[in-house]
């Protein structure tokens, strides 16, 4: 998703960019980053609940609700208006491909069936059972008047102005034969289908986000070289989606793994600010190459010097608990001040 700062620096970038030649796809692409600055902040705030709870109806159901809601919205600009016109581009159609990767990602997090992922509404029989404890009883009186559900309003003597007859107390009876269809008051039942199927289908996304993310990386290879950060970014969120979503762990510590090899061979030039952005995602790489082993598997090197890990004209060094070192660049010859 373009939660993540290298993704937003690019889309900002490359709308000013196509801004003078292509004033429509620019405003999507500013309406698109705007749109990932704000989701950014909700998954922020459910990847905290670690699982949205059913039970705090006014937060966490609002706050599914927004996150579908959210990346639908981005993922309709996305594939009407953004991806019809980035065949001439080369680092914006590897952006495009990547967010709409990204957006099914969310779905599968969020609103998949069957889930995946331990983020999500809670839908188990006993979130729905917590759901109906968790809401009040329905009350009788209306108004302000003495709430006689309450037991220290028996304590109060009766008035004249309070109802002496049995119907003028509690629900009014139903009519002559219509006893029987007196129904009880019903709690509703919260689950996915009746939460968010009007804003999404509710089905099982994984295999197109998948695909989707196969797409983006295949483009990203092709057209970028290795240590780019936009390419780090897509293998970066590649591999969390295989490691969360897909439970492929191996597949996503390999994956980190090998795109850290390849921006160690990597030997084109990078300005600062590209510098910087991919030492970042080479340290999230290399936390993520660990990740799952426990506290053992970073110990299998025995003891060895961590390696280094050159990105174009720098270095980073990786150590025991994938920290950055980052050794000042030296910049080649016609880059002494590349921005």
Known sequence: MASSEVDQKFLGRLAKS????????????????????????????AKKQRRLDATRLTQSLELYFHII??????????????????GDYVELKVLAYKLRASFYHIFVQFHNNPPVSPLGIATTPE??????????????????GVDRGDPAASDFSRTSVQPTHALEQGMPAPPPGFESQALPTQLPTFTPEAAAAFLL???DYLPTAHQYFREACALADGLLWGSHSLRLSVKTEYAAFLYECVHDREGSRKLAKDTIAEVY??????????????????????????????????????GRPSPSVTLGTGTVSQGAESSATVVPPVPPLGMENPI
């Open 18 to 45: 196509v801004e003078p030649n292509n004033a429509l796809l620019a405003s999507m692409l500013f309406k698109i980053l705007g749109l990932s600055i704000n989701v950014a902040g909700q998954l922020v705030k």
């Open 201 to 203: 289908p509710y089905v």
């Open 127 to 144: 979130a729905v059972a917590a759901v109906a404890a968790s809401m009040p009883a329905p009350r009788v009186d209306k108004g302000k």
């Open 265 to 302: 061979e990597a030997s084109e030039g990078m300005d600062d600010d590209m510098f910087n952005d991919a030492c970042e995602l080479v340290t999230v790489l290399g936390k993520m190459m660990k990740r799952g082993l426990g506290s053992g598997g970073g110990s299998r090197s025995g």
């Open 69 to 86: 809601w959210l990346s639908r919205e981005g993922l309709v600009m996305l594939e009407q208006y953004v991806l019809p016109m980035v």
